[in-house]
């Protein structure tokens, strides 16, 4: 399973976009890559996946690098209620699926 | 569809005490997983069933940790004689079989051993 790299920690204004960078330099070629958001003291939150091409949908935008080493998530304006811990994992495309978590960015997005 | 409910959202236990956390994945969903997440770090896979046969289970489940699926819908997971390295939150998550899926996570049960 491929292991993934991301800052602890990163701000942004409220109503701007924040972009969530992530590493994967050693995932291979059937490993997907997954977002997920946990907000204090809940579970965590899917927000999108991706393998190759970029992705979009109602929360955020995933855009993955040509050789796959490298993700960003983006969260197009965010809001006070983005506040969280952002996971960024490289799940296995083995029969169990099952998701190898790293410590996240806590993202605080400020007034 | 109401999401994935876990039941208790938190419990207190005294040391050496069994305790069992359920789990109710979404109706259709045929993967179930459990995670472990201690303060600060990233959730820590557990085990995982396909129906109701559980398929892996990680080094951290110890041989005091025990879970099920008997009719591949609910799941239990049990802890037997706690200790106070038990103390976490319990993760339940579900998904649909197949090689581009996400899983879906309850709210988790808080444990607290004291």
């Known amino acids: 399973d491929a292991k993934t790299t991301q800052p602890p920690s990163m701000d942004c204004a409220e109503g701007r976009a924040a972009n969530l960078p992530c590493n994967h330099s050693?995932?291979?070629?059937?490993?997907?890559v997954y977002w997920y958001r946990q907000i204090h003291s809940q579970g965590p939150q899917y927000i999108i996946h991706?393998?190759?091409?970029?992705e979009t949908n109602e929360m955020a935008s995933l855009i993955i690098t040509e050789d796959r080493k490298s993700s960003t998530l983006i969260l197009p304006h965010a809001t006070l209620r983005d506040t969280a811990v952002y996971y960024c994992?490289?799940?296995?495309?083995?029969?169990?699926?099952?998701?190898?978590w790293g410590l996240g960015t806590s993202l605080a997005v400020n007034p | 569809d109401t999401g994935v409910s876990q039941d208790p959202r938190h419990k207190i236990t005294k040391r050496g005490q069994n305790v069992t956390f359920r789990c109710d994945p979404i109706?259709?969903?045929?993967?179930l997983y459990w995670y472990r997440q201690t303060l600060g770090q990233g959730p820590e896979f557990l085990t995982y069933?396909?129906?109701?046969?559980?398929?892996?289970k990680s080094r951290l489940l110890s041989d005091r940790f025990s879970a099920e699926r008997p009719k591949g819908s609910f799941s239990t997971l049990e802890i037997q004689r706690t200790e106070q390295g038990d103390s976490a939150m319990y993760l339940c998550?579900?998904?649909?079989?197949?090689?581009?899926?996400?899983?879906?996570f309850g709210q988790g049960t808080r444990l607290t051993v004291v």
């Open positions: 998550a579900s998904s649909l079989i197949g090689s581009d899926t996400e899983a879906f």
């Open positions: 109706s259709e969903h045929n993967r």
């Open positions: 069933f396909q129906n109701e046969a559980q398929l892996e």
């Open positions: 050693t995932i291979s070629g059937n490993e997907y």
């Open positions: 991706g393998l190759k091409n970029n």
């Open positions: 994992i490289a799940s296995n495309a083995g029969n169990n699926r099952k998701l190898i």
